[in-house]
């Protein structure tokens, strides 16, 4: 069974930073490629980042392209996301997920639990 398991999740003021880590078990990472989604209140799943099997290859939303890096050290079986300059309205619950490299969540075999990123003004 793969397990994902993301932390690094917090209250953070506009225009500051926060790094996510999602902790992959279970399998080895470089078995998939991986993704960051994310989920406002209210709001459907949309796509943050994804990246391939070795790293050479990332994609990003526009909303975050310019801000936000996605990274993979598959010896660590780890995944990040670096956040900068964030904005109120990345404010969500970020998740992330191992299968397909790609935007569409529909790609995805398995899913963490999520970690709460809040943005205030």
């Known amino acids: 069974q793969v397990r994902l398991v993301e932390s690094g999740g917090g209250l953070v003021q506009a225009g500051g930073s926060l790094g996510l880590s999602c902790a992959v078990s279970?399998?080895?990472?470089?078995?998939?490629?991986m993704g960051w989604f994310r989920q406002a209140p209210g709001k459907e799943r949309e796509f943050v980042a994804t990246i391939n099997w070795n790293g050479a290859n990332t994609y990003y939303a526009d909303s975050v392209k310019g801000r936000f890096t996605i990274s993979r050290d598959n010896a660590k079986n780890t995944v990040y996301l670096q956040m900068n300059s964030l904005k109120p309205e990345d404010t969500a619950v970020y998740y992330c997920?191992?299968?397909?490299?790609?935007?569409?969540?529909?790609?995805?075999?398995?899913w963490g639990q999520g970690t709460q990123v809040t943005v205030s003004l």
């Open positions: 279970g399998r080895t990472l470089s078995t998939y490629g």
């Open positions: 997920a191992a299968g397909t490299a790609t935007p569409n969540p529909y790609d995805y075999y398995f």
